[in-house]
């Protein structure tokens, strides 16, 4: 196929690879090449590192995961000798004893070309730098006649820096006509207006068009979420793909006296809590299938956080690889075995009521000399916590089925969950989402749902629990708010400490009490040990606890401005054990 000088047909294979199953992931790639082929494209491109999967961490290391890596595009590039349309393709490369995140261009049956990304981030979730070579500076590729700049993802990304190279100035001096752009770029509440930002500015500096192509899908806690597209010259936006679904999208440019110009599909693209809501959905789904898992399962407790976590699985993964388990005990409200019960019904999963007090009482029974002379406590409901905790892990062990843990950004950032109970679990859909972001995604979920969402329409989640105040019913008439300020109040305090790393002055100075804002950044603090033994989950903040925010456990530093009550000795002692301050040990 030869390029026409006029016209330049781009295939844009916006899908999801494994880190790790290279033969699949080529697979993939050989079949999305025959339907570019039979769209008469020039060339498909592929997502960073599509070969791999992205990230790839230090499995990137292993030379033996190299070699494979690169006989895998090996292999495609022989197999483009019969005509058909060329392949960019990213993977890690070996060359000159140093490894790089590249690019490798396809064609007439050879690798005719490879570009290196030059700038690595190493900056919240990405530390690419610990694992990859800078690369050099170079020009554009040829493909079909057609002289393409290919910078990879960071390469378009920073502003100027010490160690900064400008990528895209070059290839514009360099005669580049048409810059496409893979990507490996993770979902986060407002990042798709922050992507086109930035390559608009790209645009404007470089004069040239330009396709930024990302890949979509889960990846333990990242999800990518696609929404790829591309620009004319004169900036107006060229194509637009979906938000968080596969596609190959051929793309027909015309040259002509003031350059190539595309004039493709425009796809609305979820944002807001719509996008976070898809983003938990997506980010559930990959992790459960790309783990192998049959299906998941998750204590039913009447309450939010539970019934979000249910929607969002049900939505993922269809009614019938959901199963539900309440665990009442005598603490537990008539109302909320009635939600429960009707959630089950309104989401269709399957759904089965185990009394627990025979198990608790057994605890408390073989407790009661150790236990002897001292007052009942925090450590009685934590009991009932581990007693739940462990009997869905023992379902889960007999069944296959994943237990998803269902605490909220708001519990896990002040420590109000149990070790070794609700904590217990593979993976959290909720993890980095806010309790009052919990209460706005249910009401949202009852008149809306992300296409490709496998669950039923309309009202899923029970009116009664989403206005019914929250309580991990403990203990008698116990509400969330006995220990914790208004969520309103709490998860404000927490996003300028967790996203912002705002000091606490500057907090109180914005009208928040001063006692309380210290209050929550203590419990903030000496939470960090449990933080570290939570599951997975997906990422959706600006800044997630995991990947994004990494605070050693032995820690001793606080703001100054905290004027602690206590001494710091007492403060540690307290983090080491069971803390009713912490809520839990």
Do not use: H
């Amino acid at each position: 196929m030869t390029n026409t000088a006029a016209r330049f047909t781009i295939s844009l294979a916006q899908l999801n690879p494994t880190v790790g199953d290279i033969t699949g992931n080529a697979a993939m790639a050989r079949a999305a090449r025959a339907q570019a082929a039979a769209e008469n494209a020039d060339v498909i491109v592929f997502p960073e590192l599509f070969i791999s999967g992205y990230p790839p961490e230090d499995l990137v290391l292993k030379p033996a995961f190299q070699a494979a890596c690169r006989a895998a595009v090996e292999e495609l590039a022989r197999e483009t000798a019969d005509g058909g349309p060329a392949m960019l393709i990213g993977s890690p490369w070996v060359d000159g004893g140093k490894l790089y995140n590249a690019c490798a261009l396809l064609d007439g049956g050879r690798i005719a070309a490879i570009r290196f990304k030059v700038n690595l981030p190493n900056y919240g979730v990405f530390d690419e730098k610990r694992v990859f070579a800078r690369g050099p500076v170079a020009g554009p590729v040829t493909i079909r006649g057609v002289r393409v700049g290919v910078p990879i993802c960071e390469d378009t990304w920073l502003e100027e820096s010490e160690d900064y190279e400008n990528v895209v100035e070059c290839l514009a001096e360099t005669g580049a006509e048409i810059l496409i752009v893979p990507n490996g770029s993770p979902y986060a509440r407002g990042k798709g207006d922050l992507r086109l930002s930035v390559q608009v500015a790209r645009v404007t500096e470089s004069d040239l068009p330009l396709v930024y192509l990302n890949q979509v899908g889960g990846q333990d806690e990242l999800v990518f979420d696609g929404a790829s597209f591309a620009l004319n010259a004169d900036r107006s936006l060229a194509a637009q793909l979906p938000a968080f679904a596969e596609c190959i999208t051929t793309l027909v440019w015309q040259k002509s006296a003031d350059g190539w110009r595309c004039d493709g599909p425009v796809a609305a693209v979820p944002d807001g809590d719509e996008g976070d809501y898809a983003a938990c959905v997506l980010g559930l789904r990959d992790y459960v299938r790309k783990n192998g898992f049959p299906g998941v399962l998750l204590g039913i407790s009447g309450g939010i956080d539970s019934a979000l976590c249910a929607a969002i699985a049900v939505d993922a993964l269809g009614a019938g690889r959901v199963r539900g388990v309440m665990l009442p005990f005598r603490y537990t409200a008539q109302i909320s075995l009635d939600d429960a019960s009707r959630l089950a019904n309104a989401l269709g999963f399957g759904y089965e009521v185990l009394p627990i007090a025979q198990a608790v009482e057994g605890f408390e029974a073989i407790l009661a000399k150790p236990f002897a002379g001292l007052a009942r406590d925090i450590t009685e409901e934590n009991l009932q916590a581990r007693t739940r905790g462990t009997l869905l892990m023992a379902i889960s062990n007999k069944t296959g089925a994943m237990v998803v843990t269902t605490g909220n950004k708001s519990e896990m950032s002040v420590g109000y969950a149990t070790l070794y109970g609700d904590m217990n679990g593979g993976f959290n859909p909720i993890k980095d989402i806010y309790k009052t972001q919990v209460f706005r995604l249910s009401s949202l979920r009852n008149r809306w749902k992300p296409d490709g969402a496998l669950g039923p329409d309309g009202e899923v989640i029970p009116e009664s629990i989403i206005v019914r105040p929250p309580t991990a019913e403990l203990r008698e008439n116990q509400t969330d708010q006995d220990s914790l300020p208004p969520y309103e109040v709490l998860d404000a305090i927490l996003e300028r400490l967790v996203e912002r790393e705002q000091p606490l002055a500057s907090i109180v100075a914005e009208g928040f009490d001063k006692d309380t804002v210290m209050r929550i950044d203590r419990l903030l603090n000496i939470a960090e040990y449990k933080r570290r033994q939570a599951a997975p989950g997906v990422k959706v903040t600006r800044k997630n606890f995991g990947r994004d925010r990494r605070y050693p456990i032995t820690n001793r530093f606080r703001d100054k401005a905290e004027a602690l009550a206590e001494p710091d000795e007492a403060l540690v002692m307290r983090a080491g054990r069971a803390s009713s301050e912490a809520f839990e040990g």
